[in-house]
T-cell receptor, first 111, second 115 residues
Framework: QKEVEQDPGPLSVPEGAIVSLNCTYSNSAFQYFMWYRQYSRKGPELLMYTYSSGNKEDGRFTAQVDKSSKYISLFIRDSQPSDSATYLCAMSATGGFKTIFGAGTRLFVKA | ETGVTQTPRHLVMGMTNKKSLKCEQHLGHNAMYWYKQSAKKPLELMFVYNFKEQTENNSVPSRFSPECPNSSHLFLHLHTLQPEDSALYLC??????????????FGPGTRLLVL
């Protein structure tokens, strides 16, 4: 079983839709949870960072962590064509240098 | 130059060639990383350097040889690679304290094709 599972997609939605991206994980020691966005021909950039369980909101983006279910989500409200990218979930047990990434979900937002 | 830069952006090499990838960070960070990104696979951590000392070697084959001469520069020396080594190689840097706020900043990557 992979430590982090993420549906690769692609996921195609119309502009303005609410997007839900998800990851499941198996290691209960994970405490730090991140979402990265990667545009084509670019490196990943950090979008959201949460510690332990709960919600965190930043503009149109909301990150949710449910440690009891080992499940994390990223919601994008009012999606825009500029949100079209690959979204990678990532997590670590103690912070620090070793971060485990999901394979990424490719998102297309159609105008 | 700002952030994390990588050169070259694209590289084609034969299996008998020797080449090097270069990464430079302009963020004042102390930790640097090499990752391998293959299509539809998770990022694979290869090496981590913190304050120029290697802290992580994720069972990477010896045909990949990292070098970190200072906290701003990181190299990946390549020799006798295999076609399955074709991938996007990403460099990243972070503060280097190893604490909970160890956010990594990535470069644009080098797209490597091994023929």
């Amino acid at each position: 079983q992979k430590e982090v599972e993420q549906d690769p997609g692609p996921l195609s939605v119309p502009e303005g839709a609410i997007v839900s991206l998800n990851c499941t994980y198996s290691n209960s020691a994970f405490q730090y949870f991140m979402w990265y966005r990667q545009y084509s021909r670019k490196g990943p950039e950090l979008l959201m960072y949460t510690y332990s369980s709960g919600n965190k909101e930043d503009g149109r983006f909301t990150a949710q962590v449910d440690k009891s279910s080992k499940y994390i989500s990223l919601f994008i409200r009012d999606s825009q064509p500029s949100d079209s990218a690959t979204y990678l979930c990532a997590m670590s047990a103690t912070g620090g240098f070793k971060t485990i990434f999901g394979a990424g979900t490719r998102l297309f937002v159609k105008a | 130059e700002t952030g994390v830069t990588q050169t070259p952006r694209h590289l084609v090499m034969g299996m008998t060639n020797k080449k090097s990838l270069k990464c430079e960070q302009h963020l004042g960070h102390n930790a640097m990383y090499w990752y391998k990104q293959s299509a539809k696979k998770p990022l694979e951590l290869m090496f981590v350097y913190n304050f120029k000392e290697q802290t992580e070697n994720n069972s990477v084959p010896s045909r990949f040889s990292p070098e970190c001469p200072n906290s701003s520069h990181l190299f990946l020396h390549l020799h006798t690679l295999q076609p399955e080594d074709s991938a996007l190689y990403l460099c990243a840097s972070s503060q280097g304290a190893g604490g909970p706020a160890e956010t990594q900043y990535f470069g644009p990557g080098t797209r490597l094709l091994v023929l």
